[in-house]
């Protein structure tokens, strides 16, 4: 039996932030991924190691063994679908909000009220179908894989659906937040197979980072 625990951690704020919760349960990283080309991490502990993929890819990682935990944004989670895939632990990491946005000079209740067809343009097509069907508005969906907010600023799309952490980048492109569809946190996700076949080695990972997680909230 496989007595190695893969962890799938995206680079970037995602990788910082696990970074203390790993120390908690006794994990360092060998090296940097900023640093380091290599996708394949090894830690002080033999029996476990990180890989680095992209942020969108780690469920999809998780999901079919290629690594038994991994570090995901709801937002991710919530476009893949979470098949195949326990979700123990909400780490409070890497916050931000799901929001509509939309040009400054747009009318956007107006256009909602009269019940036009909205061009919106997201990576979140799962996330933004639903949100605009729960409200009954008529939507043009345009997907896009990154600078939603360019879009609407060159007539691609009267509305974006995106992430929102400080508004800076927002308010540097004159949009401004209509609606707030949910909050977004990264969880602990874990391969539904290796809970049950790694259950010795995995335990003791998932309840040190569990109490670190409640420390950390408990400031
Ligand atoms: O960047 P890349 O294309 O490689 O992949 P990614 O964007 O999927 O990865 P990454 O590392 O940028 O984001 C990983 C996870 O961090 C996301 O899945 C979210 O759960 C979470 N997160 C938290 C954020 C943000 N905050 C955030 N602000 N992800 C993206 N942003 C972007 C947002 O899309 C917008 O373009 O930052 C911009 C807004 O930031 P403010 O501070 O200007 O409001
Ligand atoms: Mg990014």
Redesign the pocket.
Known sequence: MDSTVTLAL?????FQETLPLLAAAGITPQEDPESSRKLIIGTNRADVRLIVV???DVPTYVQHGGADLGV?????LVEHGGEGLYQPIDLGI???RMMVAVPEGYDYAAQVRHGSRIRVATKYVKTAREHFAAKGVHIDLIKL?????LAPLVGLADAIV???????????NRLVVVEDIAP???RLIVNQAALKTKRLLLAPILAAIESAVAAQRAG
């Open positions: 995206s680079k970037g704020r995602i992209r942020a969108t995901a944004g709801r937002d991710v890497a916050r931000c894989y990154g600078s939603m907010e995106d992430l929102v952490s400080t508004g800076a980048t927002l308010k540097a977004i946190s990264s």
